[in-house]
Structure formats: structure tokens, C-alpha cells
């Protein structure tokens, strides 16, 4: 097997990869406050910890950032015991209907995407 090629197919597989995790890492984070309010660090923890998404810190906040600026999220200080004053990110109403219309839109993608994969699973090709 040619390696240029697979190397090629890699990186292609890669960058599809990403906008993949891309595209759901909105619904992911609104999914992680559902539960109650949580600062950066901790969403980032979830994150890894219950989806084996890993993301930058300089990724998680512009996106925090736009969907406190979108209404979905609010943000508020809290003084710690010890250390430095967290930020805690919370959902709002209208954050709340949003990410159960974006978990019932790709619960319906993904069991579209089974049935059409379903076929794959037996076939040794």
C-alpha cells in the first residue's frame, strides 16, 4: 500500500474528523450546563470525561462568548474560598429550548446515519 496515500487519507479522514466535533461542540457545551452552572475548566473536564472530547481552552470561551451574546447562556462571577473569583456559566430559558432542539435535530441525524452505516458493520470489505 502506497504510504503518501494512506498518510494523504489520514489527514483527510483528520480534517473531517474535526469539523465533525466541530459542528456538535455547541450542543455539547449547552449540554453540559443542563445540569447546573459550571465554570470553564470544569465544562472542559465534562467534556473529556463523558464525551472523550478534548478542547482548547481557546476555543471553549469565544464559543461561550457567542452563546452568552445569542442568549442561550448567562455568566457571573463568584468569589472562591481560596484562589481567584470563577466565572460560572449557566443556562437560560431560552438556552434550555435550545439545546433540546438541537439534541432532538442530531438524535434524528444520528439514527438516519445508523440505519444508512447498518449495512457496513456485517460486510468484511
Excluded: C
Excluded at 475548566?41 to 461561550?64: C, F, H, K, N, Q
Amino acid at each position: 500500500m502506497d504510504t503518501k496515500r494512506t498518510a494523504a487519507t489520514e489527514d483527510e479522514l483528520g480534517k473531517w474528523e474535526t469539523q465533525l466535533r466541530k459542528g456538535g461542540l455547541g450542543l455539547a457545551v449547552l449540554a453540559t450546563l443542563w445540569t447546573g452552572r459550571l465554570y470553564g475548566l470544569e465544562m472542559l473536564r465534562r467534556l473529556e470525561a463523558d464525551a472523550g472530547l478534548s478542547v482548547p481552552e481557546g476555543t471553549i470561551y469565544p464559543l461561550l462568548n457567542r452563546l452568552k451574546s445569542e442568549g442561550f447562556v448567562t455568566s457571573e462571577w463568584v468569589e472562591a474560598d481560596a484562589g481567584h473569583p470563577r466565572k460560572y456559566y449557566s443556562l437560560t430559558e431560552r438556552g434550555r429550548v435550545r439545546v433540546r432542539e438541537m439534541a432532538g435535530a442530531w438524535k434524528g441525524f444520528a439514527r438516519g446515519l445508523e440505519r444508512l452505516l447498518a449495512p457496513l458493520e456485517g460486510d468484511p470489505r
